[in-house]
């Protein structure tokens, strides 16, 4: 099953039927179902297919695909890096660049929006899919997740260019109130702590 974020409501791509589903018959029928999804109050829509990866491949090919890459940091505390960007934490991440491989790109990431030095990449986590509006045109966002140590426990400086206002170390026991202000799509990732 593959959860795409439409916000705090969610679009489940799924080879399984759901009690409420609408089967997968074409592109044009799917592209009509995302912008209505977008436009309407459901607060889920189950989407079924025999075949989960050509559905997700005409769901990329109707809205306007990108990736990124980023970290879930901890440091020789046991403490976690967290950014506040808009006024809401999250996860250090950002866009992969030409020539750059997803790892490259997620570690340079972290330390570019956070303002530390190179963190290790230990463990390959799930990637989130969200949605958003550029120019009234449709987005969908698949990030790769990693989980990275750094030896380093110094203050993080954010990367007030890419509007990030705060870079910290936290608790564990943090994440709890961190949860309660993070993108819907990022709340599994900071269970991987």
């Known amino acids: 099953m593959i959860e795409i974020y439409f916000g705090k409501r969610i679009v489940y791509l799924t080879d399984e039927k759901q009690s409420f589903y609408a089967k997968f018959k074409d592109r044009k029928q ?22 989960l990866n050509d559905l997700f491949q005409n769901f990329k090919s109707i809205l306007i695909f990108e990736t990124a890459a980023g970290g879930l940091v901890i440091n020789p505390l046991k403490k976690i890096l967290a950014i506040k960007n808009r006024n809401i934490w999250q996860l250090p991440k950002g866009h992969i660049e030409e020539g750059e491989t997803i790892s490259e790109a997620a570690i340079r990431e972290v330390s570019e929006e956070a303002g530390i030095g190179t963190p290790i990449i230990i463990e390959h986590l799930p990637s989130t899919f969200h949605t958003f509006k550029k120019n009234g045109k449709l987005h969908l966002k698949q990030t790769y997740w990693f989980k990275m140590l750094y030896n380093g426990i110094e203050k993080p ?34 269970d991987y702590t």
Do not use: R
Request: proline share 2%; charged share 25%; no cysteine.
């Open 157 to 190: 400086t954010p990367q007030i260019s890419e509007g990030i206002t705060e870079a910290t170390w936290i608790n564990k026991s943090e994440i709890i109130e961190i949860k309660n202000n993070t993108y819907d799509n990022l709340v599994k990732i900071w």
């Open 30 to 51: 799917l592209k009509d179902l995302i912008y209505k999804f977008d436009e309407g109050s459901y607060d889920s829509l189950y989407i079924t297919s025999n075949d």
